[in-house]
C-alpha cells in the first residue's frame, strides 16, 4: 500500500513537470515573408493567376501560454490541435495547419473560391 502512494505522488509530480513545460509555439514571432500560392481544385497550379511571394517587415504575433494572442490586429484567443492552429480575433474565425522547424513556423491556409483554391502561407521566425 505504501509503495502505491509513493507511486501515485510521483506520477504526480511527473506530470505537473511535464505540463508546467513551456510549448515552443508560446513566443512573440516576427511575420517576415507571405506565400500565396493558387491552385485548381486537384492542387495542381491554376494559370490563372500568377502565384506571389511578399517580404512582410514591422508585423509580430505573439502567442501566450493562456490561449491567448496579441496581433496589429488586435488581440484574440487560440487553440491547437495536432498541427492545427485556430485564431479567433473580434468574432472572426480563422484555421491554419502549422510546422514548428528550427525555431521558425510556418502557418497554412485554404480558401476555396469557385474556380479555383488559394494558399496562404505565412513564414515567422
Known amino acids: 500500500m505504501r509503495s502505491f502512494s509513493y ?9 505537473l513537470s ?32 500568377r ?10 504575433v505573439q502567442f501566450l501560454p493562456d490561449g491567448a494572442f496579441k496581433s496589429p490586429e488586435g488581440d484574440g484567443s487560440y487553440t491547437v490541435a495536432k498541427d492545427s492552429i485556430h485564431l479567433n480575433i473580434n468574432g472572426k474565425n480563422a484555421a491554419f495547419k502549422y510546422e514548428l522547424n ?7 491556409s485554404y480558401i476555396k473560391k469557385t474556380d479555383y483554391i488559394v494558399r496562404s502561407r505565412l513564414y515567422l521566425e
Not at 507511486?7 to 506530470?15: A, E, N, R
Not at 502565384?51 to 509580430?60: C, E, F, I, Y
Request: proline share 3%; charged share 20%; net charge negative.
Open 18 to 49: 511535464f505540463s508546467n513545460l513551456e510549448h515552443p509555439l508560446h513566443k512573440k514571432w516576427q511575420l517576415v515573408a507571405e506565400q500565396i500560392a493558387y491552385l485548381n481544385m486537384d492542387l495542381t497550379p491554376y494559370d490563372g493567376a
Open 51 to 60: 502565384d506571389r511571394l511578399d517580404s512582410v517587415k514591422n508585423v509580430t
Open 102 to 108: 528550427n525555431s521558425k513556423l510556418i502557418m497554412e
Open 7 to 15: 507511486l501515485i505522488v510521483l506520477s504526480s509530480i511527473i506530470f
